[in-house]
């Protein structure tokens, strides 16, 4: 398509489990963000792609979020051991790396 | 480090009126970009509008526009002519050369309901 697409649209899990949300972004954009937006408030950042590298992680809120995007298209946002306050609203953006972000539907990732 | 308040948790406005959403914004940087998004229940991130900290005119978009006041640090969106589907949660976000890429920074969101 030619919008942003991420799956799952909607994840529930148990506290501990692993979760994998995926990110596929416009083609041809080289910067891919994600967001995590908590109920009631807005997106806040945590991780920045340009290409294949992280270029800023620095919103990742600890070791158990990690993300990847090995060809420089698809991302993979992995969260390890999930707490409930990890429930959320997962967004993915890209971009060209200036100017506006076009942002997907998000992920609706729930831990019970 | 950058900030962006908005200070209006819901607004309401009748069908067919005009409606200001307000944002100011905090930043040391000359250089920076201003945004807003639509985010309706669908979960979505709709961008409406954008203006650079060195445009010399306000952005406008349609029936939207962006009343930046520079001086003041604000960044105001002006709905005219409301409509139904206009009932959504509305974000101002910033952008400037002290993040990497075009990183965006978030306020906390107006819930705008247009009644008709």
């Known amino acids: 398509g030619a919008g942003v697409s991420q799956t799952p649209s909607n994840k529930v899990t148990e506290k501990g489990k692993y979760v994998e949300l995926r990110c596929d972004p416009i083609?041809?954009?080289?910067?891919l963000y994600w967001y995590r937006q908590s109920l009631g408030q807005g997106p806040e950042f945590l991780i920045y792609f340009q290409g294949t590298g992280a270029a800023d992680d620095s919103g990742l809120p600890n070791d158990r979020f990690f993300a990847v995007r090995p060809e420089g298209s698809v991302s993979t946002l992995k969260i390890q051991r999930t707490e409930r306050g990890d429930s959320a609203v997962y967004l993915c953006?890209?971009?060209?790396?200036?100017?506006?972000?076009?942002f997907g539907e998000g992920s609706r990732l729930t831990v019970l | 480090a950058q900030k962006i308040t908005q200070t209006q948790p819901g607004m309401f406005v009748q069908e067919k009126e005009a409606v200001t959403l307000d944002c100011t914004y905090d930043t040391s940087d000359p250089s920076y970009g201003l945004f807003w998004y639509k985010q309706p229940s669908s979960g979505e991130m709709i961008f409406l509008i954008y203006?650079?900290?060195?445009?010399?005119q306000n952005a406008t978009e349609g029936r939207y526009s962006l009343n930046f006041q520079k001086a003041r640090k604000s960044a105001n969106l002006v709905i005219s002519a409301s409509q139904l589907g206009d009932s959504a949660m509305y974000f101002c976000?910033?952008?400037?050369?002290?993040?990497?890429?075009?990183?965006?920074?978030f306020g906390e969101g107006t819930q705008l309901t247009v009644n008709p």
């Open positions: 976000a910033m952008s400037s050369s002290e993040t990497s890429g075009s990183r965006l920074t």
């Open positions: 953006a890209s971009g060209t790396g200036m100017g506006e972000l076009f």
């Open positions: 083609s041809g954009h080289t910067a």
């Open positions: 203006q650079g900290s060195y445009d010399q």
